[in-house]
C-alpha cells in the first residue's frame, strides 16, 4: 500500500532514540523527509545517518522543549531545511519520573504540566497556521495507556497527559474542515530505554530482579510480549499519511491488548 508519504515534510520530537526515532525511520522509509528534533544531537545525527543509508531524507535539529521561546527560531531553521512548511507533526516528550498523586509539591505539578503539555500546545500552534492554508496536515501526539487506566506510581503522567486528551479532541474538531487531522497513540508496553527503566525501578522498589518484572509484565500482555518500536512507528506513518484522511479525534492504543478496558 502506497500511504502518499513520498515528499511529505515530517517534524519529529525524541527523533533521537525509542518510539521518536522509530517513527522517523519509519516515515522516511516511506518516502517523507524528516526533521528529527531532540535534546542529544549525537543521537539525532545516528538517527539521519541510518535513514540516510537506506535512501532517505532526514536533517538533525538540537531542540530543547523545555524553551519556548526557542520555538520561532528552531521552526525557521526546521522548514528551511525541509524547503517548506512542516506537513506532519509528531509531538513526543519524556515522561515524569515515577510518583504517587499525594504530597507532591505545586512546584513539581508545574514543572511537569511545563514539560509535558505546553511545548505541544505551543509547537502545534506553530506549524497550525501553514497546515490550515495548504488545507492539510496531520498532528500526532504520543501519551500513554495511562490516560486510559491509570499507571500505578505514574500519577504526574496519568494526571498531566489526561489534559491532552482533553485537548487533542477538541483541536481536531476545530480543524477538520480544514483538511487536518489530530490523533494521539497510546503505547503500552514498548521496548525502549523508558520502559527498562521503570522496569528497573520498580524492580528495585518490590526488591526483586528485574527478570520477574519483565515476566509479570509479558504475562499481562495478551500478545505475550512487549512491542517493537518499529511495530510503532508503523502505525504513526499511517496516522501521518494520505491514507488516514477519516481518523481524528481518535486516541490510538499500540499495547498488544494490553489496556483492558473496552
Keep these: 500500500m502506497d500511504l502518499g508519504l513520498n515528499s511529505k515534510r515530517a517534524l519529529v520530537f525524541g527523533a533521537g532514540s525509542g518510539l521518536g526515532k522509530a517513527v522517523a525511520l519509519a516515515l522516511a522509509e ?3 523527509t524528516v526533521v528529527a528534533a531532540g ?3 549525537e543521537k539525532l545525527n545516528q538517527t539521519v545517518a541510518e535513514i540516510k543509508d537506506f535512501g532517505g531524507t532526514a536533517f538533525a535539529l538540537e531542540w530543547d522543549l523545555l524553551n519556548l521561546s526557542e520555538i520561532p527560531g528552531k521552526m525557521s531553521q526546521a522548514t528551511s531545511a525541509l524547503q517548506g512548511n512542516v506537513e506532519i507533526l509528531f509531538n513526543n516528550g519524556g515522561g515524569p ?8 509539591p505545586p512546584h513539581a505539578w508545574e514543572n511537569q504540566f511545563n514539560n509535558l503539555v505546553m511545548p505541544v500546545i505551543a509547537i502545534t500552534d506553530a506549524v497550525l497556521p501553514a497546515m490550515k492554508e495548504a488545507h492539510w496536515g496531520r498532528i500526532i501526539t504520543n501519551a500513554s495507556s495511562g490516560v486510559v487506566v491509570p499507571i500505578p506510581n505514574l500519577a504526574m503522567s496519568n494526571t498531566l497527559r489526561s489534559a491532552l486528551v482533553g485537548w487533542n479532541k477538541s483541536l481536531a474538531k476545530e480543524v477538520a474542515s480544514n483538511g487536518i487531522t489530530v490523533n494521539m497513540v497510546l503505547p503500552g508496553r514498548i521496548a525502549t530505554e523508558r520502559t527498562r527503566f521503570l522496569d528497573a525501578t520498580k524492580a528495585t522498589k518490590q526488591n526483586v530482579p528485574v527478570e520477574e518484572i519483565e515476566r509479570l509484565s509479558r504475562a499481562s500482555i495478551p500478545v505475550g510480549r512487549y512491542g517493537k518500536t518499529s511495530e510503532y512507528g508503523d502505525v504513526v506513518a499511517f496516522l501521518g499519511s494520505e491514507k488516514s484522511s477519516y481518523v481524528t479525534g481518535s486516541m490510538i492504543r499500540i499495547d498488544g491488548g494490553a489496556i483492558p478496558s473496552i
Excluded: I
Excluded at 519520573?97 to 507532591?104: D, K, N, T
Design 39 to 41: 535534546r542529544s544531537l
Design 30 to 32: 516511506e518516502g517523507a
Design 97 to 104: 519520573p515515577p510518583s504517587s498523586v499525594q504530597g507532591q
